[in-house]
């Protein structure tokens, strides 16, 4: 069985930082796969960042230059590096990983998400 979960969301003020963690346990073979989405109060969900199978990275127009996705394989798990916080940050956080498991079937999943808080 295979478990997705996050950590690292908190309270900041504006212009401050966070990292997120995504840690995939259990039968994992690889991350094939990443991405961080949010979600304000009343709208949908957006993604932030992603770095698909093929290692390149994309961002969202408005977290470039601030936010950073990565990886260390050897821990399974993803990050997410959050700088120049603003007040249009606040949000809860998810990952979405795309897993290869020691059966070498694939399947994403998601973590239970992480609020992210920056008071204007």
């Known amino acids: 069985q295979v478990e997705v979960v996050e950590s690292g969301g908190g309270l900041v003020q504006a212009g401050g930082s966070l990292r997120l963690s995504c840690v995939a346990s259990?039968?994992?073979?690889?991350?094939?796969?990443m991405a961080w989405y949010r979600q304000a109060p009343g709208k949908q969900r957006e993604l932030v960042a992603e770095m698909p199978s093929s290692g390149s990275t994309n961002y969202a127009d408005s977290v470039k230059g601030r936010f950073t996705i990565s990886e260390d394989n050897a821990k399974n798990t993803v990050y997410l590096q959050m700088n120049s916080l603003k007040p249009d940050d606040t949000a809860v956080y998810y990952c979405?990983?795309?897993?290869?498991?020691?059966?070498?079937?694939?399947?994403?999943?998601w973590g239970q998400g992480a609020q992210v808080t920056v008071p204007s």
């Open positions: 979405k990983l795309g897993l290869v498991d020691g059966s070498y079937d694939y399947f994403d999943d």
């Open positions: 259990g039968s994992i073979f690889i991350i094939n796969s």
